[in-house]
């Protein structure tokens, strides 16, 4: 099977190479790059203009993106993007154009275009679309807007999740290590989770990454609850440091809440503490919810008193934190690994070419 891949950013090339490992033949248009080939995989420039890290900047040559599909003949499109971006739009004309069935993965969770004709072009890319997927399963509801559709859905994770190949438990905790890394903002629930802790009792150390306008005042919080003592504020973290932080947490809290504007797109900082064996307890917040699954602790938004009494059954039984950390990573390995999503992908097509057969 032969299949172009649209998309602002390319997916990682461990999941191009699982593609491959399954009979399919990956080809990957690449705004503003030369052509190359990676193994069985191949990439061809597209002329753009834009940035490809800003997917609304991004503006794709439809008449060379046509080209591009032509000589390829693949047997469908995977087109990666909001059905309002213009990768989304210029994918699905070359699609219509040359007949050629294409997958619509999206990837917000809220939002959406705006303008009478945003929205009519947005909804001609949506209702044109062979199949449906979404990064997370909240974008893809929110594509689907509550309705049912007939089409083939799934929800086809990103892919490239460092994930460790071997992995030891630590010894019984003593104390319990929490964590919470992000941006120190009011949708991360920092000041939620201060309140719950300031209500749980026996041995524990809470332990901060990140920095963020709200720092000076989370910090005079956690002197008024009396916490101090047991909470390590560790500022910025760079990214390379973050494998060996999570070799000595137990619990990784991500208490976030939802706003109009924003909701936890991905829960990438949730799986890759997930990875390392680190027991989750998360809000029910946009992608959070589906990446813990039944691996870990889901509370309501703004609870605090479920929030409490969720980090409060680790204090009680430290041990916990292994059995719950041990689960946690399965998920990550069964779901989010390379090879899993490139199943994920392959399934999909199958059935939308299935179905157009």
């Known amino acids: 099977m032969r299949v172009l891949i649209l998309s602002p950013t390319p997916p990682p090339r461990g999941v191009l190479r699982s593609l491959t490992s399954l009979g399919v033949e990956p080809i990957v248009a690449r705004a503003g ?15 753009s203009r834009g940035d490809p890290e800003k997917p609304m900047d991004l503006r794709w040559s439809r008449r060379g993106l046509r080209a591009v599909v032509r000589d390829v003949g693949p047997a469908l499109l995977h ?7 213009p990768t989304a739009e210029a994918g699905a004309a070359a699609a219509r154009a040359l007949k050629i069935p294409y997958v619509l ?18 909804d001609k890319v949506s209702a ?63 000041d939620l989770l201060l309140d719950a802790l300031g209500a749980t009792f026996g041995d524990w150390l809470l332990r901060v990454v990140g920095t963020g306008p709200l720092h000076e005042a989370l910090e005079q919080q956690a002197q008024r609850l009396g916490l101090s003592a047991k909470t390590e504020w560790l500022g910025a973290m760079p990214r390379d440091q973050l494998p060996a932080f999570w070799n000595e947490v137990d619990v990784c809290l991500a208490p976030s809440r939802s706003t109009p504007e924003w909701v936890e797109p991905t829960g990438a900082v949730v799986l890759q503490a997930m990875a390392h064996g680190v027991a989750p307890v998360v809000s029910r917040c946009g992608a959070l919810p589906d990446v813990v699954a039944d691996s870990g602790l889901v ?5 605090a008193a479920a929030l409490s009494r969720a980090v409060q059954g680790f204090v009680a039984d430290p041990m916990r934190s292994r059995t719950v950390g041990a689960s946690a990573r399965e998920r990550v390995l069964e779901q989010y690994g390379d090879g899993p999503v490139a199943e994920r992908m392959l399934l999909l097509w ?8």
Do not use: M
């Open 33 to 47: 790059a030369d052509g190359e080939t990676d193994g069985l995989v191949q990439y061809l420039r597209v002329s």
């Open 79 to 85: 087109v990666v993007g909001d059905p309002w971006t």
């Open 105 to 122: 993965v999206t990837t917000s969770s809220v939002g959406g275009p705006s303008g009478i004709a945003s929205r009519w072009q947005s």
């Open 128 to 190: 044109g679309a062979a199949g449906l997927a979404g990064t997370v399963r909240s974008a893809l509801d929110h594509q689907l807007g509550g309705a049912s559709t007939p089409r083939p859905t799934a929800v086809v994770p990103p892919g490239g999740l460092s994930i460790p190949a071997t992995w030891s438990p630590r010894p019984a905790p003593n104390p319990v290590v929490f964590a919470c890394v992000g941006r120190l903002v009011p949708e991360r629930g920092v």
């Open 299 to 303: 509370v309501d938004e703004g609870d």
């Open 350 to 357: 199958r059935r939308v070419l299935e179905k157009k057969s």
